[in-house]
């Protein structure tokens, strides 16, 4: 019986010892199949986190909103000239009744970190005041642009 142990033994010892692990192929595999997914997941993350930045600025310029609003119930007008937004924070030296500050805190950028677009009057709403985002291409203008008067009549 110790014959035959060693003659098993040899014969297992002459043959290579498989390793532990991945090959190359194995391993290349694996790549492919991760780059497939992410290329198909990846685009719908993309469109959520654009659709959400939209949504913020939309909500931003309604808040807007509703602080000239209040503003033009105190003073009389909504503010005039291109820093209209910032006297929604900081009393202009010309305006009476002024109560603010009528937002809470300075005015911020967009989502995009452009600076939101203020007239009186406005372009869009001649009546009243346009606010303006550039969008995601950050050029005023465009088709991607987000106004208060857009938003109001969706």
């Keep these: 019986m110790k014959a035959h142990r060693t003659l098993r033994q040899a014969s297992t010892s002459r043959r290579p010892r498989r390793r532990a692990g991945f090959t190359l192929v194995e391993l290349l595999l694996v790549l492919v199949i991760l780059g497939i997914l992410a290329a198909l997941v990846m685009p719908k993350f993309t469109g959520r ?3 959400a930045r939209v949504t913020a ?6 808040t807007f909103g509703t602080a000239l609003d209040a503003f033009e119930v105190d003073t009389g007008s909504y503010p ?9 924070v900081v009393q202009p ?17 967009d989502p995009w970190g452009h ?9 869009v709403n001649p009546s009243g005041y346009d606010i303006r985002s ?14 208060n008067a857009r938003i109001s009549s969706r």
């Design 49 to 51: 986190t654009e659709q």
């Design 57 to 62: 600025a939309q909500t931003q310029i309604a």
């Design 80 to 88: 005039r000239g291109q820093d209209g937004l910032s006297q929604l």
């Design 93 to 109: 030296a010309d305006v009476q009744n002024w109560r603010g500050p009528y937002l809470k805190s300075d005015i911020p950028m």
């Design 115 to 123: 600076p939101y677009i203020y007239e009186f009057p406005g372009r």
């Design 134 to 147: 550039m969008g995601p291409d950050g050029q005023a203008g465009t088709a991607d642009d987000i106004v």
